[in-house]
């Protein structure tokens, strides 16, 4: 199994921008899809991004294409998801998941999870 952890939140004005990194331990990284969620207070947990195992796919919310990118480094273990343009409503806890299998946008359909880090943008 993968173990995983996040690093890179913080507290940024509204227009600014963070990256993420997820660093992953304990398996072989390339066999992993990973994922981005986020979770807002009194929110559900929604899907931001995905990229396949390869780096060479990825996927993301409609409403943040354009302005989040994921990518990934497999000789160094990491995804990372670049965040611009930042929008208070973006303020939530990032998380980044790894699962084997098909790329999907359901969390629940991933087995390994992170714990998080905290993102807020100031208006």
């Known amino acids: 199994q993968v173990q995983l952890v996040e690093s890179g939140g913080g507290l940024v004005q509204a227009g600014g921008s963070l990256r993420l990194s997820c660093v992953a331990s304990?398996?072989?990284?390339?066999?992993?899809?990973m994922g981005w969620f986020r979770q807002a207070p009194e929110k559900e947990r929604e899907f931001v991004a995905a990229?396949?195992?390869?780096?060479?796919?990825?996927y993301y919310a409609d409403s943040l294409k354009g302005r989040f990118t994921i990518f990934r480094d497999n000789a160094k273990n990491t995804v990372y998801l670049q965040m611009n343009s930042l929008k208070p409503e973006d303020t939530a806890v990032y998380y980044c998941?790894?699962?084997?299998?098909?790329?999907?946008?359901?969390?629940?359909?991933?087995?390994?999870w992170g714990q998080g880090t905290q993102v807020t943008v100031s208006s």
């Open positions: 998941a790894a699962r084997i299998g098909a790329n999907t946008r359901r969390p629940n359909e991933y087995n390994y």
């Open positions: 304990g398996d072989t990284f390339a066999y992993y899809h």
């Open positions: 990229i396949s195992s390869g780096g060479g796919v990825t």
